[in-house]
C-alpha cells in the first residue's frame, strides 16, 4: 500500500531480529484492519552489518535513516563480537545515528501493567496504575561537554574529569519537549537538577522556568533536586507525570523508574530530534530498551511486548495516530491479562509461550478490540 509515511527498519542482532519480525506483522494488521500504511525500508545495522559490510553502520543506512520519518530499531550487539576495535562494535552503528540524527530528547515511559504489578520489586499499592514518562537530554551535558579527560600532572599523579555544562538553547529545546508531551498526557512536569550545588543546575531552573512563562502557563511545572528525586521515585512514583532531567541525571533516574515496572521485556523507548521546518514531525527512533539478549536469540524465548510497545510510541509521536497507538497498548494489556507470559515475565498460574505465542496473542486482541 501506497504511503507517505517513511519508516526505516532496522533489526539488528539476536532477539532484534526477532521481535522485528514481530512488529512487521503488527504492522501488516494496521494496514489490512485499518488501512494505516508505511513506506517500509529495511538495513542491516550493528553485528549484522559489520558481517555484511564490514561496518556496522553504512553511509547509504545512515542517509536512508536521516531521510526517513522515522527509525524503527531492534537491538546490536554479541559476543562474537567483544574483540573488535572500538570503531567497528556493533554499538557504535547506534550510537552513530543518535549523533548524526541528533536526537536530544529520549523518551523513556515507566509503565506498570495491571496484570504485571507483582513483577515489581516495590509493593504493589505504590506501583499499580503507574504511568510516567522520563525525559532525558540525550546530546550535551556530562557525557560530551567539553573540556573532558585524562591528564597527567607534575607529581606523577593523574586527573580525570568531564563538564556539565548546558547553554540556554539545550535546556529550551529539551524543555519544550517535555512541555509538549505534558499536553498530550497528564499536564504536569518536573524539572530535575541540583542546582543547590551546580551552576549548570541554576541555570537549568532559571531557562525552565523562563519558558514555562513564555510558553508553557497552560502546563503546571515543579522542580526538584535530583537527589530527591531519585528518593520520591522509589517512594510515591505516582506523583510524577513528566520528569525532565540532563543526559547524566537523566540516564540513572530511568533506570530507577524501568525497575519499578519489573522487566527489561516490557521497556520501550523513543529519541526525539528537532521538528522538521515544513512537516513539523520530529527525526525520531523508537526502540526497546533491552539489547540483543544473546542467551536466548533464535528459541522463540524472547518478549516481543517492548518492540510493540516502542511501535506504539511511533505511532503516537512520529505519525500522529494516537487512536492506533492506544489500540496496540491495550492489545499489549489484554494479551497479559489473558494469563500469556513469555519467560521473562513468567508468574504463578499463568501460560508460558514464546516470541510467536505473545505476537498471536497481540494480533488476537487486535481482532477482538476491532470487531
Ligand atoms: P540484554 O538486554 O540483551 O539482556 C539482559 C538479560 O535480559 C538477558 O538475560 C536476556 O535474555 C534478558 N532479556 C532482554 N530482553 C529480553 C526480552 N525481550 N525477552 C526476554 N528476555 C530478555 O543485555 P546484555 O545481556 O547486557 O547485552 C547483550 C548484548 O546486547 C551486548 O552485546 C550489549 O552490548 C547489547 N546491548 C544492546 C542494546 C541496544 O541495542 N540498544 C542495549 C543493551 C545492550
Given amino acids: 500500500m501506497a504511503s507517505n509515511r517513511k519508516v526505516m527498519v532496522l533489526?539488528?542482532?539476536?532477539i532484534g531480529v526477532e521481535v522485528m519480525a514481530a512488529n512487521l506483522k503488527v504492522i501488516d494488521w494496521l494496514a489490512k484492519h485499518k488501512s494505516l500504511a508505511f513506506d517500509i525500508s529495511e538495513d542491516k545495522v550493528g553485528g549484522a552489518a559489520y558481517d555484511a559490510y564490514g561496518t556496522p553502520l553504512r553511509d547509504e543506512t545512515l542517509a536512508d535513516a536521516v531521510a526517513s520519518d522515522a527509525v524503527l530499531f531492534g537491538a546490536v550487539g554479541g559476543p562474537q563480537y567483544d574483540d573488535l576495535d572500538f570503531s567497528l562494535k556493533p554499538e557504535r552503528g547506534l550510537l552513530a545515528l543518535r549523533k548524526e540524527m541528533d536526537l536530544f530528547a529520549n523518551l523513556r515511559p515507566a509503565i506498570v501493567f495491571d496484570a504485571l504489578v507483582g513483577a515489581s520489586t516495590l509493593k504493589p499499592e505504590i506501583v499499580s496504575g503507574l504511568n510516567i514518562m522520563i525525559l532525558r537530554?540525550?546530546?550535551g551535558g556530562s557525557y560530551f561537554a567539553e573540556p573532558r579527560g585524562i591528564d597527567a600532572l607534575a607529581d606523577g599523579t593523574r586527573k580525570g574529569y568531564d563538564t556539565n555544562a548546558y547553554s540556554t538553547?539545550?535546556?529550551?529545546?529539551i524543555g519544550r519537549v517535555a512541555f509538549d508531551l505534558a499536553r498530550k498526557r497528564n499536564g504536569s512536569v518536573t524539572s530535575v537538577e541540583k542546582s543547590n550545588v551546580m551552576h549548570s543546575g541554576i541555570l537549568w531552573r532559571e531557562e525552565m522556568t523562563k519558558l514555562h512563562q513564555a510558553e508553557g502557563t497552560d502546563i503546571t511545572l515543579s522542580h526538584m533536586y535530583a537527589d530527591n528525586c531519585a528518593m520520591q521515585l522509589v517512594r510515591y512514583p505516582k506523583q510524577f507525570d513528566v520528569i525532565v532531567t540532563d543526559n547524566l541525571f537523566g540516564d540513572l533516574l530511568s533506570d530507577c523508574a524501568a525497575m519499578l515496572t519489573g522487566s527489561l521485556g516490557m521497556l520501550p523507548s523513543?529519541?526525539?530530534g528537532a521538528p522538521d521546518p515544513e512537516t513539523g514531525l520530529p527525526k525520531a527512533m523508537y526502540e526497546p530498551v533491552h539489547g540483543s539478549a544473546p542467551d536466548i536469540a533464535g528459541q522463540d524465548l524472547a518478549n516481543p511486548l517492548a518492540q510493540f510497545l516502542s511501535f506504539a510510541m511511533m505511532l503516537r509521536y512520529s505519525f500522529g495516530q494516537a487512536e492506533e497507538a492506544d489500540l496496540v497498548e491495550a492489545a499489549v494489556a489484554d494479551a497479559l491479562?489473558?494469563?500469556?507470559?513469555t519467560g521473562d515475565?513468567?508468574?504463578?498460574?499463568?501460560e508460558q509461550i514464546g516470541t510467536a505465542g505473545m505476537t498471536q496473542a497481540v494480533l488476537d486482541a487486535m481482532d477482538r478490540r476491532a470487531r
Avoid: H, N, Y
Avoid at 533489526?11 to 539476536?14: E, V
Avoid at 538553547?169 to 529545546?173: A, L, M, P, S, T
Avoid at 515475565?345 to 499463568?350: K, L, Q, S, T, V
Fill in 11 to 14: 533489526p539488528g542482532d539476536g
Fill in 137 to 139: 537530554e540525550l546530546c
Fill in 169 to 173: 538553547g539545550e535546556i529550551q529545546r
Fill in 270 to 272: 523513543a529519541s526525539l
Fill in 337 to 341: 491479562a489473558s494469563g500469556k507470559r
Fill in 345 to 350: 515475565i513468567m508468574a504463578p498460574d499463568c
